[in-house]
């Protein structure tokens, strides 16, 4: 059974321009959830995706966006960076129908954005 | 709103000794209630989560939570720590309202366990 993979590892983004994160769900798993994890934090929902619908968002402004493909790996896009930004970004899936409240989420080891 | 604190910044413990990571919430209705370990450079890993049922949920490498309902809690315990847990603890709660997508995460809490 194959985890949940992100990719890059690391990325430096300079102020203003536009970065894509991929995630690969583990293997059966059709919801898949975004967080961003500044230093010292804990993770702050983003969205989460079923079978290629958003269909949950938390406090972040639109230029947060994302995908879901329909293999269930998925991109978390951010337009127009800020410093801000900076952060560990998590991708997290799990099985069964969204919003299946008791489900517990498998994270992957996450992508390290800084921006400049 | 929903929340979860975690009380502590860090707790320190020698290795042999019992632990307790701290953890109380806020929702509203029935809570579904996680705890999740990160080590360094690596993505949150779960260890035991209460949703109904029995008040003591047994997890992961040795670890128990307690959950009070009474007193909003729901401490993560371990009757022997081992140098191996020291790392980042999290505790989180299911947001239930617009379906229950939302997971909401406390602060962390840095765990120590001296040798």
């Known amino acids: 059974e194959t985890g949940v993979t992100q990719s890059p590892t690391h990325l430096i983004k300079t102020r203003g321009q536009q970065v894509t994160l991929r995630c690969s769900s583990q293997s059966g798993h059709n919801t898949v959830s975004w967080y961003q994890q500044a230093l010292g934090q804990g993770p702050q929902f983003i969205f989460q995706?079923?079978?290629?619908?958003?269909?949950g968002r938390g406090n972040f402004p639109p230029r947060f966006s994302g995908l879901q493909f329909p293999n269930y790996s998925s991109e978390l896009n951010v337009n127009a960076l800020e410093l801000d930004d900076s952060a560990l970004y998590l991708c997290?899936?799990?099985?069964?129908?969204?919003?299946?409240?008791?489900?517990?989420?498998?994270f992957g080891p996450g992508t390290r954005l800084t921006v400049l | 709103a929903q929340s979860v604190a975690q009380p502590e910044d860090q707790v320190k413990v020698a290795e042999g000794n019992p632990l307790t990571v701290k953890c109380t919430y806020s929702?509203?209705?029935?809570?579904?209630l996680f705890w999740y370990v990160q080590y360094p450079n690596r993505g949150l890993q779960f260890l035991l989560k209460y949703i109904t049922g029995d008040n003591l949920v047994k997890g992961s490498y040795g670890f128990e939570a307690e959950f009070n309902k009474s007193q909003t809690s729901f401490h993560l315990k371990k009757p022997s720590a081992l140098v191996s847990d020291s790392a980042l603890y999290f505790c989180a709660v299911r947001d239930m309202r617009n379906g229950g997508f939302k997971t909401i995460f406390g602060a962390g809490t840095r765990l120590f366990v001296k040798a």
């Open positions: 929702v509203s209705g029935n809570p579904y």
């Open positions: 995706y079923y079978r290629e619908e958003e269909n």
């Open positions: 997290a899936s799990s099985p069964g129908l969204a919003g299946v409240a008791y489900n517990e989420q498998f």
